[in-house]
């Protein structure tokens, strides 16, 4: 894999995306019967879970970064992750407990979101000793929540999405290789505990 390929494919999966990605699949693609919300609400979950899972934490990181407290935004250090990931941490925080408090958001909202900020604090707890992949540890959770929802819902809505889920944790994980951002086992270690975290709730009954 070319490392051109391999840098689009870590920044178009960063790890921060992934909550935006996964919610609009499920607004967007799963039939109207699962989640009733008009057009409009919508696209302002979609935003709201951009905002605070995405534009506030790479904001602070940048403000990290102008304070001298990390090198890069590329994070290529472990040391220069502790930070960023306790912010992203505290943020994924807010919005799962939005979900919770707020009877305007379906109940899976926060239960799904509780799995993700799971998973960041997991990154976060490993990263003091190890340089665990994020993007492992994020698409691998992802995986395991639509393969926890196809689990759940009454029709194999979610087939196609976790064959190209699959597909798409092989390239990037692939492209963490090809850049030397992590070593194997670091790779695989994190997508195994991502995923398992994303099926944490199996048997849970809704």
Not at 114 to 128: K, R
Not at 135 to 153: C, R, T
Request: aromatic share 14%.
């Amino acid at each position: 894999m070319s490392s051109r390929l391999a840098t689009v494919l870590s920044v178009a999966f960063h790890p921060l995306l992934i909550p935006t990605y996964l919610f609009s699949l499920l607004l967007y693609y799963l039939p109207p019967e699962v989640f009733s919300y008009p057009p409009e609400g919508r696209r302002l979950i979609v935003l709201l879970v951009f905002i605070i899972t995405f534009l506030l934490p790479v904001f602070g990181t940048l403000l990290l970064q102008q304070a001298g407290i990390v090198a890069s935004l590329t994070l290529e250090e472990r040391t220069d992750r502790r930070w960023p990931l306790l912010l992203a941490a505290t943020c994924f925080t807010v919005l799962t407990v939005v979900f919770y408090r707020m009877s305007f958001f379906d109940h899976l909202f926060y239960m799904i979101m509780g799995i993700i900020t799971a998973s960041v604090y997991l990154a976060l707890v490993i990263n003091q000793f190890w340089k665990i992949s994020a993007h492992s540890i994020g698409l691998g959770g992802a995986l395991g929540i639509l393969v926890l929802l196809h689990a759940w819902l009454p029709e194999a809505y979610l087939l196609y999405p976790i064959v190209a889920g699959c597909v798409i944790c092989g390239a990037v994980l692939s492209a963490r290789l090809a850049l030397g951002a992590h070593t194997a086992k670091q790779v695989y270690t994190g997508f195994a505990l991502g995923f398992l975290l994303g099926i944490s709730l199996w048997g849970v009954q809704l």
